[in-house]
């Protein structure tokens, strides 16, 4: 009788041995989400790919990485700073406006907890218009129907700074749509806008969903204003869209652009950002090829390019044994 008690109090203990070292690992293991925007863009895809890599080692780091669709820039910057999201990708300005507490971040104050993990593709302010709506130039969206994004999103805030430098308001359309990224192709085709506005890397999948299934073309957004508005600002650029990219848009188009970011915050730990660092750049080659926006990409340019935050101890571990940093 007391070897039966015995044998089933070791077996019991063992079980429970089992259950805590269950227990423990999966304690062990860290989450942590990376902020995108619409699903059809090109930062959607970014955030699914760094998660890939980072999950393919969960073993050894016990980190695992989400990716949720989001509004885009400026709803990934506030979820950062109230700790909803770990990371965010998002457009250089809004990063440079969210750190000095400037734009849109003028009520919240600097948020000096942002750190800078490194920069991507260039993002370019892109306007598709339809081909009956005679639509020639930035200024003649003027009584037409456009739409400017949804609110939160680096599309938007974007846009707004555009009219601003034009003198416009959104008084001056027929209708001031806020759809999302990946609903305005459908609309535009359907007759329901004459344009819209995208900040993206090329080629993107709205714009060839909307050039390839109707009569649509992108249009020049140059001239003395957008000199004004790249020279009143740093994180501006002069940018041009190959011709040929897109069905119905033969010509070069030029416009202006600025710089896709990842951004954290000094909440998150030199652990995780060393990481997810480590799996992207020792994954490089496939993730240039993860996107034609990419294939330009230079590590060095990377560490220092559209950055306004500092970058985060993380990621400077990592490019100081990489020999990228001193």
């Known amino acids: 009788m007391k070897h039966f008690i015995r044998k089933h109090i070791v077996t019991a203990a063992i079980g429970s041995m089992a259950v805590m070292s269950h227990t ?12 995108t925007a619409g699903q059809t863009g090109v930062y959607y895809v970014v955030g699914e790919s760094i998660c890939k890599m980072v999950n393919r080692n969960s073993d050894t780091h016990h980190l695992r990485c989400s990716a949720p669709s989001t509004g885009g820039s400026i709803a990934n910057l506030n979820s950062i700073r109230s700790n909803g999201l770990n990371f965010g990708i998002v457009q250089s300005d809004w990063q440079y406006h969210a750190y000095n507490g400037t734009s849109n971040f003028k009520k919240a104050g600097p948020f000096t907890k942002l750190r800078s993990v490194f920069s991507l593709h260039s993002d370019i302010f892109t306007l598709v218009v339809r081909d009956d709506a005679n639509i020639h130039s930035f200024e003649e969206l003027k009584g037409k129907r456009v739409n400017i994004g949804n609110p939160g999103s680096g599309q938007r805030a974007t846009m707004m700074n555009v009219m601003k430098e034009f003198g416009m308001t959104t008084d001056d359309f027929k209708l001031a749509g806020e759809l999302k990224s990946s609903e305005q192709s459908q609309a535009l085709c ?7 506005v995208m900040v993206a890397g090329h080629p993107v999948a709205n714009v060839k ?14 001239g003395p204003h957008i000199d004004d508005l790249v020279k009143k600002y740093p994180y501006y650029s002069a940018a041009t869209i190959p011709g040929g990219m897109y069905e119905g848009t033969p010509d070069d188009v030029k416009t202006f652009g600025l710089k896709a ?27 240039k090829r993860l996107h034609p926006a990419f294939s330009s990409l230079e590590p060095e340019d990377m560490i220092t390019k559209g950055l306004s935050a500092p970058l985060h101890p993380g990621a400077i571990q990592y490019y100081k044994e990489r020999g990228w940093m001193k």
């Open 190 to 196: 359907d007759n329901k806008i004459d344009a819209f």
């Open 24 to 35: 423990t690992f999966a304690e062990e293991v860290e989450h942590f989400s990376i902020g």
């Open 209 to 222: 969903e909307a050039t390839s299934t109707c009569a649509t073309h992108i249009i020049n957004v140059d």
């Open 261 to 287: 970011t990842l951004v954290t915050s000094t909440d998150t730990s030199d652990k995780v950002v060393y990481n997810l660092v480590k799996a992207v750049f020792e994954n490089f080659a496939r993730f």
